[in-house]
């Protein structure tokens, strides 16, 4: 008889929820599990049992016991929070130094005092998959000041600011990989059954054909390929040029196929006791903003439908300030937080870099995290959003912004920026914008019949509306057209 592994020495697991418990055995095997004063009892079938123990209280630390033709126990056994953080590179860069990345912001200092022995993550092995696995094989790490460089950043100050302000145990359960796609982490059946899904899929599919004939073309054209590079680099650097970048192959596409990871990395977590999950993503997905506003949703949909726990709460960023960032993925975010319920967005284009799609300000991301957590899933009345664009009407010459999570609007460091307008003719010029209650007045000389109002469409987003908490506002447009979005357009 084994356990899955999420059932491992210094696990924190969900308080409030009925735990389900499971396991591989022999057919027929009797299998008692106690926990706590919690106990329950299964039969092994088909290779397989599984419990469910009654809604524990916070506390710890407990040892989990489970009897049948052999004894396990687990020990360290923590009652508390329990999250998935999920998502690409930004959430999975961990606190200490990364090659071929910068140093995060005040990381040596944050791993000095990071003794937090009620801080648990439990690290997913990376796995795609063609078919769901049933155990992700990764263990829980207690955080210290020997382990904490190896959390991941985001989800290291997120449950640090949910533990100090619980006071409960906080359990992280880790399971991202750089630069992957929404899709990968979709299960290939929600897919399959939307039509932008499928048509992913396909297109997968297709590449995957392909890929042989285009790799082939590719090794037949690399002589001259490396040729041109070697004498376009010598101009570069002659007349200084940014250095062109050499000939690659293509990518084979086998190895990233829609659903791959929910596969490997999500199905073998459910149907885990959580509380909710942090999820930063949406890079690689740049360019397809459209695309990002159904099957972001759909993730969601999927992962809520298949772990059988409600719709439990979502707290997700929403890209930060980067040259390469594409501003319909934000929207695509927004979007999602407008649509889907039970969601939360923590802005972050304040925290981001120009010039590093991999921002070193990792703190405030978590934090806000936290915030949006401890709204939308433990009920405290705080402010946890930045603004939100809500609604627009045109009058006097200006465009006329609403906002929720409006109160005390302020331009942070002077006078307003990041505002755009345009005219009937569609042409962007910059604006000039002033803060009305909770409103923002935009408007132009140049324009003297305004159509539309935007703030932080562009990668590099230098906008600078906050509100009372130091929340930063998110990127919006006004003009967008009615059968794109369900965003309001301007009147």
Not at 84 to 91: E, H, I, Q, W
Not at 201 to 227: S, W
Not at 289 to 312: M, N, S, T
Request: glycine share 10%; with cysteine.
């Amino acid at each position: 008889m084994e356990l899955n592994s999420l059932f491992s020495d210094n696990a924190v697991f969900q308080q409030g929820k009925p735990l389900p418990v499971w396991g591989t055995g022999r057919d027929g095997e009797k299998i008692t599990i106690e926990l706590g004063k919690r106990t329950a009892t299964a039969t092994v079938s088909g290779g397989k049992w599984s419990v469910q123990l009654d809604a524990l209280t916070a506390g710890g630390p407990f040892t989990l016991t489970v009897t049948g033709d052999n004894l396990l126990t687990v020990t360290n056994v923590l009652i508390g929070e329990v999250w998935v953080c999920s998502g690409k590179s930004n959430m999975e860069r961990q606190l200490g130094p990364r090659s071929g990345q910068k140093p995060l912001e005040n990381w040596e200092q944050e791993v000095a005092s990071a003794d937090h022995p009620q801080i648990r993550m439990f690290f997913v092995h990376v796995a795609k998959s063609a078919t769901s696995l049933a155990d992700a094989h990764g263990k829980w790490v207690v955080c210290s000041t020997q382990t904490a460089k190896d959390f991941s950043a985001v989800g290291f100050f997120f449950a640090r600011a949910l533990q100090a302000d619980l006071k409960v145990p906080v359990g992280m359960i880790f399971t991202a990989v750089g630069g992957t796609a929404v899709e990968l982490w979709t299960s290939p059946e929600a897919l399959t059954n939307n039509p932008v899904g499928a048509e992913l899929i396909r297109k997968t599919e297709q590449d995957i054909r392909e890929f042989p004939e285009k790799l082939a073309k590719f090794k037949a054209e690399e002589p001259e390929l490396l040729k041109k590079f070697t004498n376009d680099l010598s101009v570069a650097k002659a007349v200084g040029k940014p250095e062109p970048r050499p000939p690659s192959a293509p990518r084979d596409p086998s190895g990233i196929r829609p659903g791959c990871l929910f596969n490997g990395m999500v199905a073998p977590l459910m149907p885990h006791a959580i509380r909710g999950v942090i999820w930063y993503q949406g890079e690689a997905n740049g360019g397809r903003g459209k695309q990002y506003r159904e099957v972001f949703p759909l993730l969601i949909q999927d992962w809520r439908a298949r772990w059988q726990q409600g719709d439990f709460p979502i707290c997700f960023v929403q890209l930060a300030t980067y040259r390469g960032t594409d501003p319909m993925i934000r929207e695509a975010q927004l979007l999602t937080l407008a649509r889907v319920p039970n969601t939360a967005m923590a802005v972050t284009t304040d925290v981001g870099d120009a010039t590093d799609i991999h921002p070193t300000r990792k703190k405030p991301v978590g934090e806000r995290l936290a915030l949006a957590a401890r709204a939308i899933a433990c009920g405290e009345n705080i402010e946890y959003s930045g603004p939100l664009f809500e609604s627009s009407q045109i009058k006097d010459g200006k465009v006329i912004c609403h906002f929720t999570h409006a109160k005390g609007l302020t331009a942070k460091g002077g006078g307003l920026t990041g505002f755009t307008i345009a005219g009937t003719d569609k042409k962007i010029v910059p604006a000039e914008a002033v803060i009305a209650g909770e409103t923002v007045l935009v408007r132009s000389p140049a324009i003297t019949s305004p159509a539309a109002a935007r703030y932080n469409w562009a990668g590099v987003a230098k906008g600078n509306l906050f509100n009372a908490a130091d929340l930063p506002a998110s990127p919006f447009r006004t003009d967008v057209e009615p059968d794109e979005t369900k965003l309001p357009v301007a009147k």
